[in-house]
């Protein structure tokens, strides 16, 4: 693996690999990131989750930002850029904004959010459950977005990697699937409302230095974590050029406001700006 951080098209999706994700809704890149830089970036990750509340975005943002205090379970530290700046040298990295782009068909893509996810080791509520991240970014317009999913060391079963099921990006009523905190992950059909049993959960094992991509629709989870060591994994929550803010509502009427809304300034009619740099820094070009 080089430690070129340029872009190269031989780092990128060719026309075969577009089409399959947008069959299957995910991909999965040769080694691309540093091991050096995944060593770094872990300490920084370890450095925010003690820092004292000085320095943190404040509870109101309405965010998961895991510290000592909070206990056992996932902890999930979200807005890690924008709380610890030196992250940006992992979070933007060009190429993962090239691929991004060469596989949402968009000219350009931003940041939206990002979260570094560790799970300890024999935590049976270090998991993530059937969800798609459609269902929590209802305010955006784009229905193109995506995640990288960068892990910090080789990814496997065994500690509990990222689990998709084939195709569901293109299922209706994927923007409903809010499942993150059920940790009961047989119930695949029943939640699925029988569209889906585990015969079609694929699970993404990686190296460490690979990153796997996937779409917002795409149904995915992941188990708790049996192997004897921490497993830390960067989620990298990406917008193509064309998305913006729109309002929604919930079920019961009230509006939805999401973290981000709280944290962007807003555009001249008073709607959040999803193109803030201070917040949504672009990633490629």
């Keep these: 693996m080089s430690t070129d951080l340029s872009v190269s098209d031989l780092d990128l999706p060719g026309a075969a690999d577009v089409d399959a994700y947008r069959e299957r809704g995910w991909y999965v890149t040769a080694p691309i990131v540093p091991h050096d830089m995944l060593d770094r970036m872990r300490l920084l990750v370890d450095e925010h989750q003690h820092r004292l509340d000085v320095g943190r975005l404040p509870h109101t943002v309405g965010m998961q930002d895991w510290r000592p205090l909070d206990g056992d379970g996932l ?139 996937h779409h917002e629709g795409v149904l995915h989870a992941s188990r708790p974590n049996r192997s004897s060591a921490t497993r830390l994994a960067l989620a990298v929550h990406l917008q193509p050029q064309d998305n913006e803010f729109r309002q929604t509502f919930s079920p019961a009427g009230d509006r939805v406001v999401l973290p981000a809304d709280r944290l962007c300034r807003t555009t001249p009619d008073g709607r959040p700006d999803y193109s803030d740099p201070a917040v949504f820094p672009q990633l490629w070009p």
């Excluded at 530290?77 to 596989?103: D, K, S, Y």
């Excluded at 992950?185 to 889906?196: K, N, P, Q, Y």
């Design 75 to 213: 902890r999930n530290n979200e807005f890690i850029t924008l709380q610890e700046p030196r992250f940006a040298e992992l979070t933007l990295l060009p190429i993962i904004g090239a691929i991004a782009c060469r596989l949402a068909g968009t000219p350009s893509v931003r940041l939206f959010d990002d979260q570094a996810l560790a799970k300890p080791p024999g935590d049976d509520d270090a998991f993530v459950g059937w969800h798609t991240d459609r269902a929590y970014w209802t305010n955006c317009s784009s229905r193109q977005m995506l995640t990288a999913w960068v892990p910090f060391e080789d990814s496997t079963v065994d500690n509990g990697t990222l689990m998709v099921v084939d195709g569901s990006h293109r299922w209706d009523g994927v923007e409903h699937l809010r499942h993150f905190h059920d940790g009961n992950l047989d119930r695949l059909s029943v939640v699925t409302g029988g569209r889906a049993t585990g015969d079609a959960i694929t699970s993404i094992e990686l190296r460490k230095g690979q990153v796997s991509f």
